[in-house]
Nanobody, 122 residues
Framework: QVQLVESGGGSVQTGGSLRLSCAASANDYSSFCVTWFRQGPGKEREGVAYIFPNGNTEYYAPVKGRFTISRDNAKKMVFLQMNSLNPDDTATYSC????????????????WGQGTQVTVSS
């Protein structure tokens, strides 16, 4: 059973930065697509960024140019570097994984971490 554990959340002021990490227990983590989702207060869960097994990436438009997703397969880690944060980025951030193909739909993922809280104050 693959398990994901997020870390790196916290509270920052507008314009600040945070780096989230998603650690996996899977030995073949390099074959997984990993996606960061977020869910803000009173909002639907939305995809933020994903990274294919080959390292290709896609971003949700509002975070493009501010967030960077990357992976270190040897360490079984995926990272989300978040810069120029603003209050709209306040949410619980979760990583999710599925084999090979990426998707923006949360229902397509069966492997989830517990989430980490990001709070951005003005």
């Amino acid at each position: 059973q693959v398990q994901l554990v997020e870390s790196g959340g916290g509270s920052v002021q507008t314009g600040g930065s945070l780096r989230l990490s998603c650690a996996a227990s899977a030995n073949d983590y390099s074959s997984f697509c990993v996606t960061w989702f977020r869910q803000g207060p009173g909002k639907e869960r939305e995809g933020v960024a994903y990274i294919f097994p080959n390292g290709n990436t896609e971003y949700y438009a509002p975070v493009k140019g501010r967030f960077t997703i990357s992976r270190d397969n040897a360490k079984k880690m995926v990272f989300l570097q978040m810069n120029s944060l603003n209050p709209d980025d306040t949410a619980t951030y979760s990583c999710a994984a599925r084999r090979y193909a990426c998707s923006w739909s949360p229902g397509d993922y069966g492997i989830w971490g517990q989430g980490t809280q990001v709070t951005v104050s003005s």
